[in-house]
């Protein structure tokens, strides 16, 4: 049932978890040491009721769960899928699983605002992670202290932060950046972001005539038609920046690539020309092609004096107190799939079949597909992969 590659560090069902799952009727399998990485040897689970196995037996499973997609092609027509599978950006992997007949449930597609989704959500927790640890790299890597302080020598000047998007990971970037003593400024195109950063002690970079980018579904839109507001925008950020000792980028919009920085191609080039000799940049988006130009996936970047750090997914770097939350959403979740001790897809199950408090229109739940054809609700993904064809 839990199976991890060898590039993930997390895992996505945690000892604790087990006794859970085996209450709900599942006899739990587990991958010989997917748990290692994140500080859960096979000792802990078999302590906990669940059998080691190796990688092939666990893909035989009726349901699987994982962080990332494992090999599909190993699993049985008509097994389960649960894992983060990303499947607008990936639309061919996305195709072959629909097509192999395996229910495929992307546990990122969930309805947000779904107040019984809310435990289930591993975009919150994930992100709120990710954004902790943005903070803490950007404070471990500047030349400078982060608190104002009082001393015989003089005083220091407190550090200024500036984090792109006030959503899970920026909120908790704000928080975490304020709570080490910096003064935090903070931009993002939802006018909502406002209160919830002034709430935490962060300023918010406010535009004037700003129009309200939001969708029903509290999630940002990158599509704008007006030119001379993209343009107040970027020379409101731009000042901040130019005298920042660190930028945390965090806006992400779902299944497409991460939004940049400006909407200015070359502000977003000249980033480095911005921003002061030794102040740092982290990006949290480089897996989905990153919110600025210079950062790079797997090496740190010195620009003009500036740092641009290449660590995507940062909460793989705490993987053991990540796994402990995914596996708690995953766990709260497939309580859903669970009927008179038997796995079934309700499809009047919100949580998977969408609802009008979802991502945006086209979208649905958390249910993919089943039996070899995408859900009716998702009809975003059905185009965009079979364009006009009949399901």
Known sequence: MVLESEFETRVSIVPNSIPKLVKMGFEVVVEDGAGKKSGYPNSEYESKGALILDSDQVLSSDIVTSIGVPEFNKMKSGSMLACMADPFRDLEKTKQIIESGITLLSLEVIPRRLSKGQSMDVNSSQDNLSGYCAALKAAFSMPKLMPMMTTAAGTIRPAK????????????????????????????????????????????????????????????????????????FDVALEKVLSDADALVTTARIFGRDAPKLFFSDERNDNLHKIMKEGSVVVDMNLDTGGNTNHSDLTNDVIKDGVTF????????????????LYSNNVTNFVSVLVEDGALKINQDEQVLTGDEGGISAGYGGILISSEGKIHPNHTRLQNLIYGDEEE
């Not at 910096?182 to 406002?194: E, G, N, P, S």
């Open 161 to 232: 932060f500036v984090i792109q998007g006030a959503a899970v990971a920026g909120l908790q970037a704000i928080a975490t950046a304020k709570r080490l003593g910096a003064v935090v400024y903070a931009v993002d195109v939802r006018l909502a972001a406002k209160t919830d950063c002034e709430s935490l002690g962060g300023r918010f970079i406010d535009v004037p005539g700003w129009v309200d980018a939001e969708t029903s579904s509290g999630h940002a839109n990158s599509l704008f038609d007006n030119p001379e507001l993209m343009e107040a």
């Open 309 to 324: 750090f290449g660590t995507p997914v940062l909460c793989r770097t705490v993987p053991n107190t990540a796994s402990m």
